[in-house]
């Protein structure tokens, strides 16, 4: 009998960019990262085994009893680099900014400005209305142009 798939955070889109959020680098390493004020952050990984000493599993476990993901405090001063991670793409002629990567669909915050009366009378179904001038969209991977991803530092450089 197969094992059920656990969904597991994605790290990477499938052109190998990484999914768009904030990082701690620490040691070299890249983690996913959240703050918790006063200078701290929470790191985490999606890994199936502990990436070293003080590295916590998450409540959540497979069916073998491994983790579903790892995390671990830090304060902003332990990390080589504190980084905001985005991703903008094309998707037939309107601008995206790509907000997540769950199950072969990219989820993103739409510019929906030039089409947006076809949106509105619902001719355009991957595009859904959030509120006055917001559009929030779901797409295949494949149908997107034009990826381009920046890294914006938040740590100050002394």
Request: zero cysteines; hydrophobic letters at 35%.
């Amino acid at each position: 009998m197969a094992e059920p798939d656990y969904p597991r955070a994605q790290e990477y889109l499938p052109n190998g960019m990484r999914v768009p959020g904030m990082y701690g680098v620490l040691k070299g390493e890249w983690f996913m990262a959240n703050p918790l004020g006063h200078g701290r952050l929470l790191l985490y990984t999606p890994a199936e085994e502990s990436p070293g000493d003080q590295w916590h599993p998450s409540d959540g476990s497979d069916d073998s009893g491994r983790p579903l993901s790892w995390s671990r405090e830090v304060a902003e001063g332990d990390l080589d680099r504190l980084v905001r991670v985005s991703v903008l793409a094309t998707w037939r002629g309107l601008g995206l900014g790509i907000h997540d990567y769950i199950g072969e669909t990219v989820y993103s915050f739409v510019d929906g400005a030039p089409k947006e009366e076809q949106i509105r009378r619902g001719e355009i179904p991957e595009i859904t209305i959030a509120g006055r001038g917001e559009y929030h969209g779901a797409f295949r991977w494949e149908d997107l142009s034009d990826v381009v991803l920046t890294e914006h530092d938040l740590l100050k450089v002394n």
